[in-house]
T-cell receptor, first 112, second 112 residues
Framework: RKEVEQDPGPFNVPEGATVAFNCTYSNSASQSFFWYRQDCRKEPKLLMSVYSSGNEDGRFTAQLNRASQYISLLIRDSKLSDSATYLC?????????????FGTGTRLLVSP | DVKVTQSSRYLVKRTGEKVFLECVQDMDHENMFWYRQDPGLGLRLIYF???????EKGDIPEGYSVSREKKERFSLILESASTNQTSMYLCATLGQLNSPLHFGNGTRLTVT
């Protein structure tokens, strides 16, 4: 089983739709969680951190479910510019070092 | 704002050549990472360094080495480039515990 798993998609949605992605992780000791956005041929950029209580940033909502070991990203009122790959990142302390594990990403395509 | 600079955006090398990929950061971060990203495989950790002259193998270190002589610079070395090392290489830094990664803009390496 992979440490971090994501549905690769693509998720094809019309403008204005609401879309949600999940990301599951296998290590129950994982401490921090992030969502990154990556545009084609560009480096990943931090979209938002995921806090235990859930957090919202404009149209984006991130949630953490420790019992079921997954995080989610909800995008409301999708824009064309939201088309990208969304990477889930999980941080775990491993023998004294921080270990970051990436999911393979979920591709989102927003169409007019 | 953290700045992570990779020396080349695009690089073409021949099989058997020695290749140096340089990464420089300006935020005095202790932790630096080298990843490669391939379609369908996501980001995979090659090596990381948590301090000057310290290095640790990641998940796929074979065929690579690294150098961290100064805190701000982390170099990835391909001793004898092979075609299966054609990939996008991403350098990243990490500041304090539980903070997100900051990426350079990547080097797309083609080995012919």
């Amino acid at each position: 089983r992979k440490e971090v798993e994501q549905d690769p998609g693509p998720f094809n949605v019309p403008e204005g739709a609401t879309v949600a992605f999940n990301c599951t992780y296998s290590n129950s000791a994982s401490q921090s969680f992030f969502w990154y956005r990556q545009d084609c041929r560009k480096e990943p950029k931090l979209l938002m951190s995921v806090y235990s209580s859930g957090n919202e940033d404009g149209r984006f909502t991130a949630q953490l479910n420790r019992a079921s070991q997954y995080i989610s990203l909800l995008i409301r009122d999708s824009k064309l510019s939201d088309s990208a790959t969304y990477l889930c990142v999980v941080l775990t302390m491993n023998t004294g070092f921080q270990k970051l594990v990436f999911g393979t990403g979920t591709r989102l395509l927003v169409s007019p | 704002d953290v700045k992570v600079t990779q020396s080349s955006r695009y690089l073409v090398k021949r099989t058997g050549e020695k290749v140096f990929l340089e990464c420089v950061q300006d935020m005095d971060h202790e932790n630096m990472f080298w990843y490669r990203q391939d379609p369908g495989l996501g980001l995979r950790l090659i090596y990381f360094s948590y301090d000057v002259k310290m290095k640790e193998k990641g998940d796929i270190p074979e065929g690579y080495s690294v150098s961290r002589e100064k805190k701000e610079r982390f170099s990835l070395i391909l001793e004898s480039a092979s075609t299966n090392q054609t990939s996008m290489y991403l350098c990243a830094t990490l500041g304090q515990l539980n903070s997100p990664l900051h990426f350079g803009n990547g080097t797309r390496l083609t080995v012919t």
